[in-house]
Nanobody, 126 residues
Framework: QVPLVESGGGLAQTGGSLSLSCTAS?????????MAWFRQAPGKERNIVAF????????YYADSVKGRFTISRDNAKNTVYLQMNSLKPEDTAVYYCAAGLADDWRIFTVAGYDYWGQGTQVTVSS
């Protein structure tokens, strides 16, 4: 089990910044897992935003956030971060962190992850 607890999020204006954090309360397992952030807007599917490998040697970003969002992790703190800059109204969604063991095409899919945070709302006003 890897319980994930998210924090951050909230309301921002277009062009503003927000930072999300996700901490695993089970420190023993955290470094075993790749981590990702997904988001889900009302009435839409949950889609990947960013991914980071266990050792941070590889990251992936959805085209829609590339150059604006940065994913990072601190294994000593059992925490993964998502720094979101130059926010747009279309970034409005519930953001979820996820932990998984996949290291292939499954990292882009919901099914590639075993544990999920509770979700945190991000709202960007125009």
């Amino acid at each position: 089990q890897v319980p994930l607890v998210e924090s951050g999020g909230g309301l921002a204006q277009t062009g503003g910044s927000l930072s999300l954090s996700c901490t695993a309360s089970s420190g023993r397992s955290f470094t075993t897992y790749a981590m990702a952030w997904f988001r889900q807007a009302p009435g839409k599917e949950r889609n990947i935003v960013a991914f980071i490998r266990r050792s941070s040697d590889r990251t992936y970003y959805a085209d829609s956030v590339k150059g604006r969002f940065t994913i990072s992790r601190d294994n000593a703190k059992n925490t993964v971060y998502l720094q979101m800059n130059s926010l747009k109204p279309e970034d409005t969604a519930v953001y979820y962190c996820a932990a998984g063991l996949a290291d292939d095409w499954r990292i882009f899919t919901v099914a590639g992850y075993d544990y999920w945070g509770q979700g945190t709302q991000v709202t960007v006003s125009s």
